[in-house]
C-alpha cells in the first residue's frame, strides 16, 4: 500500500493517475489472469465520481471500465437522468478478478490509494457508489447495500481534508438479474442530479 500511496501522490493529472496504475506491481490480481489494468473513463473535470467494483470480462479485454451488459445499461441510466457528460467512471479494484468474483477487502485496500487519488484529483461534487462491495470498501461500513441505498454518506479522506456526499446505490449488474429494482435505482439517479442542481 506504501508503493500504491507512492505512486498515486506522484501523479498530477487522472491521465498520470492511468499511467501510474498501469505501472503498479502490488496487487495480486495482476498475477490471476488478468490482462491489463482498468482505470477509468469519463470527463476528467466531471461533478460525479462513479464507483464500481472490478473489472469483468470485456472490462479486461478492452481496458475500459463498464464496457460490457452492466456497463451498457449504466450508461443508458445515466443518460436518462441526464448525467453522461458529468460523470467519471472507475473501480475499486483495476484489475479483473479471476471468475468476476467479488475483489477482497484486502485487493481493494491495496488500490485505495489511487481510488482516493481519483477523488483528490477529481474533487467532485457527489460520489455514487455501484454495488455492496464499493459502498463497503469506500465508505468502510458492514452495513448491506439495501441499507445503505438511497442514503447519502459523507465520503472523508483521512489526509488533505478533503470530503463530499456519497450515495450507494445498487450494482447495475443486479439490475440485471433483478430488473424490478431499476426502480430504486433511478430514484437514486434522480436524487444525485437534483443535489448537483442544487449544488450548482
Ligand atoms: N462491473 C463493475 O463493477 N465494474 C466494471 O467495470 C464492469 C462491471
Not at 18 to 42: D, H, N
Amino acid at each position: 500500500v506504501a508503493e500504491a500511496r507512492r505512486l498515486a501522490a506522484g501523479a498530477a493529472t487522472l491521465q498520470d493517475l492511468a499511467a501510474a496504475v498501469a505501472a503498479f506491481e502490488g496487487c495480486s490480481l495482476r498475477g490471476m489472469g488478468a490482462t491489463q489494468s482498468v482505470f477509468g473513463r469519463g470527463d476528467p473535470n466531471a461533478q460525479v465520481l462513479v464507483i464500481g467494483e472490478g473489472p469483468g470480462a470485456d472490462e479486461d479485454r478492452t481496458g475500459q471500465p463498464f464496457v460490457g451488459t452492466a456497463g451498457k445499461l449504466l450508461d443508458r441510466m445515466l443518460a436518462a437522468a441526464g448525467l453522461t457528460d458529468k460523470v467519471f467512471i472507475t473501480n475499486t479494484v483495476f484489475w479483473r478478478p479471476p471468475g468476476n468474483r467479488t475483489p477482497t477487502p484486502q485487493e481493494q485496500a491495496v488500490c485505495a490509494p489511487f481510488v482516493e487519488r481519483t477523488f483528490a484529483l477529481l474533487q467532485p461534487k457527489a460520489v455514487l457508489l455501484l454495488g455492496a462491495a464499493s459502498a463497503k470498501a469506500v465508505l468502510q461500513t458492514e452495513d448491506g447495500i439495501m441499507k445503505l441505498r438511497g442514503q447519502w454518506r459523507e465520503w472523508r479522506l483521512a489526509e488533505g481534508g478533503l470530503s463530499a456526499p456519497a450515495l450507494p446505490t445498487l450494482h447495475p449488474a443486479f439490475l440485471l438479474r433483478q430488473p424490478q429494482a431499476k426502480r430504486q435505482v433511478w430514484a437514486d439517479l434522480l436524487a444525485l442530479s437534483a443535489r448537483l442542481d442544487g449544488a450548482g
